[in-house]
């Protein structure tokens, strides 16, 4: 079985040496409608790093990994991923909005697992991870499939290549996600609340699988999670967010044991 640190993923960027800057939101505003869900928001992820997101529902958590992943545009504000502007291009010394080009370039420094798993139903497990590598990344069917056996038995699904997502539990569907994602060869990997659709007695073997991941290899993770053993064990850094705001932020051990904001003390209050 490969280790999670045997995990193929282009190194050819010097940017990505640890510790220097990989995500940058600098003064980013979403409104829905007259609803502020981020107000002016400036933080940065280094690469390497693990940061996890946590605060109430509506806080505006997932509307920052939504935003990454270009589901979302900001109304003010920039952001920048590995050196590169995501929704703008810099033309004659000015930025102006990015074309689709562009953007589809720079998202596939970003990968994500959702809530739901979103699996294509009508393939088999191996070729839901090889499908975007192929069509997207423009990798040989043989690389793909390579890889793709890798990371599905990284993810303790290597009997289950040939089924269908119906046949997998949800835990499994959300391995296979995983797996997916990492087959990209993301610079960054976000986390959306994975185990929340999950029965009980299935979101610890996910963690297990991504406390591996994180623990072995230097992905960079972004993190929304209200399994606060989860985020103290992998997490460099915590911030606490509310109405569109970071409160507090700090390591996780000072963040779960001596949290100096009282919201964060209150949140934490009931999630613990």
């Known amino acids: 079985m490969p280790s999670p640190a045997d995990i193929p993923r282009d190194s050819n960027s010097a940017s990505r040496a640890n510790g220097a800057e990989l995500v940058r939101f600098d003064k980013v505003t979403k409104r829905f409608g007259d609803v502020t869900v981020l107000d002016q928001l400036d933080f940065s992820v280094d690469t390497g ?94 690389e793909a499939d390579q890889r793709a056996r890798e990371l599905i038995e990284l993810v303790g699904l290597s009997e289950q290549l040939d089924k269908y997502p119906s046949q997998l539990s949800g835990g499994q569907q959300q391995r296979v996600a995983i797996a997916r994602a990492l087959a990209m060869r993301p610079q960054v990997l976000l986390l959306d609340e994975v185990t929340s659709a999950l029965d009980p007695e299935l979101v610890a073997g996910v963690l297990d699988v991504l406390r591996d991941i994180a623990h072995t290899t230097d992905i960079t993770m972004l993190v929304v999670t209200h399994e606060m053993s989860f985020a103290r064990d992998i997490s460099d850094a915590v911030l606490m967010f509310d109405k569109g705001k970071i409160v507090e932020s700090g390591p996780p051990d000072k963040m779960f044991s001596e949290p100096e904001h009282e919201r964060t003390r209150e949140f934490l209050s009931t999630v613990l």
Request: charged share 25%; no cysteine.
């Open 49 to 142: 790093k693990h940061v996890t997101l946590i605060g109430p529902s509506g806080s505006g958590k997932t509307t920052i990994l939504r935003l990454l992943m270009t589901l979302l545009t900001p109304d003010e504000g920039t952001i920048k991923v590995d050196g590169d502007y995501l929704n703008h291009e810099e033309r004659n010394g000015t930025l102006a909005k990015a074309g689709e080009k562009h953007v589809r370039e720079v998202r596939k420094k970003i990968g994500m697992v959702f809530q739901q798993f979103n699996l294509f139903p009508n393939m088999k497990v191996l070729r839901n991870v090889t499908e975007a590598p192929v069509h997207v990344l423009g990798m040989s069917k043989d």
